[in-house]
């Protein structure tokens, strides 16, 4: 903390730059009121000073409650994605627009400290968990990474990232760059990615062109106006992992609810209703595939 201080200089400029300039009064929280006699400077360093205390004891509560969720979906095998990305891209409005939960938005940095999770269902009605998480910063200082690496784990631990970047920032490679390397340090690296360049409504279409050249695997969305939302919803469908067993199965009408699972937890590839019950041909993870096996249509 105390040496991260005298950094705050340029890191506060950089970062009033980014939210548009113009200071701090037009956006954050009440935190932004500037006490007596303290300059612009000083006003940035006591707030971030006091966003990171705060930040430090969540992620120390947090980090309990996160493990245990983890290993009940590793047990259910729901695949999880994690929205990750530079602070402010629109991460938590993305995950507000993918899955109608109420998360804060708040165009201020670090809006977001606890890596929320809900649940979602891909177009075709798969389950997956999507997590939000604590944005990045460049130039962050090395005890700081520390405290961010424990929520990073979410992100390993995901079975696909999505890179949301502001569009319409005026650098959004260097966050890109930023951002990966963040994942790059909590061994990420092998993690599927999809970056989704946000913000199109107010983005550049050079730059969004520039970008989706660039980059392989992104799409151009806007949480806001949710123009590109169905196509990343379906983007997001095609790269979740593909469950490892691929079973037939003739469930009666009677077991409606295992019909339903194998929708849910599963991948359906075909669906036919007989007279004695649902003929299905699915990719399925193992243990529903064990349930399923009295079930095998006889040949
Ligand atoms: N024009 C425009 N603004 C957006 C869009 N998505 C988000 N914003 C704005 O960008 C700001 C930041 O949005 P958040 O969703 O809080 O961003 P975040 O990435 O979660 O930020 P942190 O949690 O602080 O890392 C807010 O003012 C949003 O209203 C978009 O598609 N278009
Ligand atoms: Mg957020």
Redesign the pocket.
Known sequence: MQYMLPRLRGWGQSLSRQMGGGGSGS?GGGMATRGPGETKIETDRRRIREKMAKMRREIAEMKTGRDIKRQERKRNKVPSVAIA??????????L?RLTGAGV?????????LDPTVRRAETPSGRLYTLA?T???VRHLPHHLVEAFRSTMEEVGDSDLILH?V?G?HPAPEEQLAAVREVIRDVGAVDVPEIVVV?????ADPLVLQRLLRIEKHSIA?????GEGIDELLELIDANLPRPAVEVEALVPYTHGALTARIHSDGEVLSEEHTAEGTLVRARVHEELAAELRKFVPAS
Do not use: H, I, P, Q
């Not at 946000?198 to 107010?202: H, I, L, P, T």
């Open positions: 956006s990305g530079y602070t402010n891209a629109g991460k938590s409005s993305l507000n804060l938005v708040e165009n201020a940095l670090f809006a977001t939000d604590v944005g990045f949301v502001d319409s946000n913000k199109a409504d107010a969305v806007s949480a806001r106006t």
